[in-house]
């Protein structure tokens, strides 16, 4: 099945014209599966042992940056072995994109910290925040979805998490509930999911149409408005999707800023590849706060998948 025209029209709009091919390739090509150590279980050390021990050839992700340490890839024919493996259902090891890995590493939680993971299930970034923190402070995961709320829980309780206070809510009430109360925020946004396109799978683009986008971008909105009010002074929140439209990117970023961009600053992201774009200026009529040009739009590849970070800190 071909990717939606109207996606690959706007997306001609969205990224780099010379790189619109490369990218519209991902689309077609199995990903390389990339996985990292539960700290909360085992070491990098002890997993390569496992590993090794299991005939499981892997490679370390190596960007030269202490974060990737732990962090393996192999070729979509060993996933198989990997999931059969004693460390895989021992949670000593968990499946995850590259991209979805950089986002706990750029909140950066710290010990002792109150964090709060606003939209959690299934729960791969609530682990490694938790992992960063050391089992330690107090971790809120909100979840809405009742099935996903148990998925989350019972992966949490697999993977080793003890800090963690899971709850069955709606993200968007936190705020007013919980005001100023946390360091740092995730909110890794429901979104239309983009960036997932398989065209072996066509699911994974069934549901999208750009209504939807739209509906997806209010929601995103209210949320982001929660998150801030959850914010402690000080405190920094991070905005993620894995969608490329700038309706659930830049818009709700803007959305916030014109609400309370007095309080807030963007803080500038650097990573450890150049695949990556700086964020719209403009998107139809919508013209962004320059502020928003420190987030970021990872383009895919064929080990990691687009993704669009923003981070921000309350003054
Ligand atoms: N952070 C997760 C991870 O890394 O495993 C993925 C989160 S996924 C992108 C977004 C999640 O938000 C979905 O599980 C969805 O059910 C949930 N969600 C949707 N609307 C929500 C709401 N109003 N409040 C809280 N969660 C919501």
Redesign the pocket.
């Known amino acids: 099945m071909s990717l939606p025209e109207a996606f690959t029209q706007r997306l001609e709009q969205i990224v780099p014209r010379e790189q619109l091919e490369t990218i519209l390739r991902t689309f077609d090509t199995p990903k390389q599966v990339t996985f990292r150590v539960n700290t909360l279980k085992s070491t990098p050390q002890e997993l390569e042992l496992e590993l090794e021990t299991a005939q499981i050839s892997y490679e370390r992700v190596g960007w030269k940056t202490q974060f990737m340490e732990g962090v393996y890839r192999i070729s979509p024919e060993d996933k198989l072995r990997l999931t059969s493996s004693d460390a895989f259902y021992g949670g000593r090891l968990y499946i995850?994109n590259l991209a979805?890995m950089i986002?706990p590493w750029i909140l950066a939680p710290q010990p002792e910290e109150t964090v709060l993971?606003?939209?959690?299930?299934?729960?791969?970034?609530?682990l490694m925040l938790a992992g960063m923190m050391e089992n330690t402070g107090w971790l809120s995961a909100?979840?809405?979805?009742r099935e996903?709320f148990f998925r989350?829980r019972d992966n949490l309780t697999a993977q080793g998490v003890t800090n963690a206070h899971t709850y069955m809510?709606?993200?968007?009430s936190v705020g007013k509930k919980c005001p100023e109360m946390f360091d740092r925020i995730?909110l890794?946004?429901?979104?239309s999911?983009e960036a997932r396109f398989k065209t072996h799978d066509p699911k994974s683009m069934s549901f999208w149409t750009i209504h939807k986008v739209k509906e997806t971008s209010k929601?995103q909105r209210?949320?982001l408005l929660s998150a801030y009010d959850a914010l402690k002074s000080g405190g920094k929140l991070l905005y993620c999707?894995?969608s490329f439209s700038p309706e659930e990117n830049e818009s709700p970023i803007q959305h916030l800023l014109e609400r309370h961009g007095d309080r807030l600053n963007t803080l500038p992201l650097t990573l450890p590849f150049d695949n990556v774009q700086k964020p719209l200026e403009r998107w139809g009529k919508e013209v962004f706060d320059a502020r928003i040009q420190n987030g970021v739009r990872i383009l895919p590849t064929d080990t990691i998948d687009g993704f669009f970070l923003c981070l921000l800190e309350k003054n």
């Open positions: 995850q979805s986002a993971d606003l939209a959690a299930a299934p729960g791969g970034k609530t909100v979840e809405l979805s996903r989350l809510t709606d993200g968007r995730l890794d946004a429901p979104c999911s929601l209210r949320l999707t894995c």
